[in-house]
């Protein structure tokens, strides 16, 4: 189940975060999307030679803690995406998918003219798309 | 799912672009009316960047995103590629494209050459016509500039052109900062913004 979603700006200020859990533990997701920057840098900037691909855009399982997993994802205009799960049997190829659907949805919201760029992402369409791909994701998996 | 758009509509619309502002809002100020036409154009370059690199791989360097824009951004926009990118190898390019569509349908008044000086009506008609098409320029160079710096490059872009209305040859010129060559005019000029940057080298070749 996904319990947090954010994405970053190239600068990385913060354009959305979203936690989908009715737990109080919303400051404790945001800690561990910041933390996860942090290796997001560092795969980007010191690839390591066994990695087939460093122009990919999915950068894969950035580091697992006790009870989440958390992925990555670069675009080519250095915007983060960062996936918060606790499912523990998650298939990369169901990730994958679900940042490429998660990519276009963010395409199109900050095509909107009325968005700003640089500032948090305030669409209401786009909280709606989002919580539609989030809410298969663990139902796929699980079965 | 991809959407079209009519090109004859675009094109009516930067022809109205350019007419409301130059006439219209800034009607004395040619260059504001410019540097406006050109802000739009940024946001629009901007934001169809982000969708025209959704599903390719991360660009390595510079020259592999100006490739990128040479190549399938201008595909995308105007559905063919640029005709020939050449390069100093220290920061500027030259985009050239044949025959730049958005300019296509466009003719120069004759009436224009009629109200020129005697003594050399072809270099003023010319110099006239050169302006007009000129202010249709700053939109298309706006466009490159916001898809560039949503890669990461900060650059100034210029246009120029060449053997008009007869192939309608258009050169974009990439400058990127900060320091830049002239062998004509200038000796080496350290440029610290790269809205200066584009308002100079505008200046100087409009």
Known sequence: MIVCLAVVGHENNPLYIQSFTESDDALKLHHI????????DERVNNPKKSSPAINEAFLGLLYPTENYKVYGYLTNTKVKFILVTTDLDIRDADVRNFFRKFHAAYVDAVSNPFHIPGKKITSRTFGERVSSIVKPFGLNSAS | MVREVSESCVE???AEIVLSYCSGFYANKPELAARRIEAIGFQVGHQLSERYTMDRPRFTDNLDAIKFICKDFW??????QIDNLKTN???TFVLQDNRFRWLAHMSVDPSVQASGNIQDPSAMAENKSAQ???MHLYFPCGIIRGALSNLGIECAVSADISNLPA???LAFIILMP???LSQNLFSSISLQNADYAALLVQSIIF
């Open chain 2, 178 to 180: 900060l320091l830049w």
């Open chain 2, 132 to 134: 007009a098409t000129g």
């Open chain 2, 167 to 169: 192939s309608l040859c």
């Open chain 2, 75 to 80: 595909s995308e926009l105007f559905k063919k």
């Open chain 1, 33 to 40: 999307v910041h933390c996860s920057l942090d290796v997001i």
């Open chain 2, 12 to 14: 009516s619309l930067l």
């Open chain 2, 89 to 91: 190898h220290r920061g």
